[in-house]
């Protein structure tokens, strides 16, 4: 899914954000200065999702949302630029990446770290598919506050469906656990291939079914759950 939303017009800002601003709010290294300016054409705070433009309460893990649309250079952008913004900006960040005809959205789920006050836990950064600029964007989530609404915008970039009862967070914990076993599986199915002994290939076969099993029970967890006490 695109992730790209109709936004309600007296939630517009449409500000330039000198990059300036953002090296010496994240404290950026000369690298990083450097990509932005090959990969980074401007950067518009282009809507402020706050109780005041949207009529919904904030929580106090998100007490707005910004929109910020970054035109590109080229035809990609580097996740340490996303990671810079959002280092620099406190509060939650959807991103729009313009790229010629094309538009993609992306971002991270941030919260207020528990261990220091006004700092934020950035995960990595998730992206839509790629779209033209005219798509059709989707009406923004329905919610009561703007915290489910930050859920509910995040929900059609992440990688893997809900599940009953699952928040963002543990979608995500759940997301790089089925990464990690992927990563797992591979490996299992490259010593399958360079093993010759019958006795070491039987063991690698009971391990990689174990991990595949595994595998499809994190993808869709509440599976054949039914009727268990």
Not at 89 to 94: L, S, Y
Not at 177 to 186: F, G, P, Q, S, V
Not at 201 to 215: I, Y
Request: no cysteine.
């Amino acid at each position: 899914m695109t992730a790209l939303y109709q936004y309600p017009p007296q939630t517009a800002l449409k500000r330039v954000i000198p990059k300036t601003r953002i090296y010496d709010e994240a404290k950026v290294s000369t690298a990083l200065r450097e990509r932005f300016v090959r990969e980074v054409n401007q950067i518009i705070w282009a809507h402020k999702l706050a109780p005041e433009t949207l009529n919904l309460p904030a929580t106090s893990a998100v007490p707005e949302i910004q929109v910020f649309r970054l035109t590109l250079k080229g035809d990609s952008l580097h996740d340490d630029i996303l990671r810079a913004i959002d280092r620099a900006i406190p509060f939650p960040v959807m991103f729009e990446l313009l790229a010629g005809e094309r538009i993609q959205a992306a971002a991270a789920f941030k919260r207020p770290s528990d261990a220091a006050t006004g700092k934020w836990v950035v995960s990595d950064h998730m992206r839509g598919a790629w779209a033209g600029r005219e798509t059709p964007r989707s009406p923004l989530p329905v919610a009561v506050t703007l915290g489910a609404l930050y859920e509910g915008m995040l929900s059609p970039l992440m990688p893997f469906s809900p599940v009953a009862g699952e928040g963002v967070e543990a979608r995500l914990a759940r997301g790089a656990k089925i990464k990690a076993k992927e990563r797992e599986i591979a490996q299992l199915q490259s010593k399958l291939k360079r093993e010759n002994q019958f006795n070491i290939k039987v063991t690698l076969h009971g391990q990689l079914a174990e991990a595949q099993a595994e595998f499809e029970h994190m993808k869709t967890p509440n599976r054949g759950d039914k009727g268990t006490p």
